[in-house]
């Protein structure tokens, strides 16, 4: 069994930065990505990014590009760094992790197994 952790939610006006970091734990063989999904009320949960934590590659949604970054380190734990946050950018932040190496969308939450409980974001105007 795994288990993954978020932190580092808040609130923050509008403009401003915030760090999110994520921590997968437990044994069960590598992790090969990890994701940033964001849901706001009422509304489906959306890719924000996603990182191989093997080469870093990464991918982002078009709502982010340019003010988030993912980075990670070589093993087990990923950031989401938010820059110029926005009110549209209010919801829960869920970390996603898979380790059975799937292809396909990774920023479509079905890629990932295993999911953290979410950290709240609010953009305040």
């Known amino acids: 069994q795994w288990q993954v952790t978020e932190s580092g939610g808040g609130s923050v006006h509008v403009g401003e930065s915030l760090t999110l970091s994520c921590t997968v734990s437990?044994?069960?063989?590598?992790?090969?990505?990890m994701g940033w999904f964001r849901q706001a009320a009422g509304k489906e949960r959306e890719g924000v990014a996603s990182?191989?934590?093997?080469?870093?590659?990464t991918v982002y949604g078009d709502s982010v590009k340019g003010r988030f970054t993912i980075t990670r380190d070589n093993a087990n734990t990923i950031w989401l760094l938010m820059n110029s946050l926005k009110p549209g950018d209010t919801g829960m932040f869920f970390c996603?992790?898979?380790?059975?190496?799937?292809?396909?969308?990774?920023?479509?939450?079905?890629?990932?197994?295993?999911w953290g409980q979410g950290a709240q974001v609010t953009g305040s105007s």
């Open positions: 990182i191989y934590i093997r080469d870093g590659e």
């Open positions: 996603g992790a898979e380790r059975r190496g799937n292809v396909g969308d990774r920023l479509n939450s079905r890629h990932y197994g295993c």
């Open positions: 437990g044994s069960g063989g590598a992790t090969y990505s």
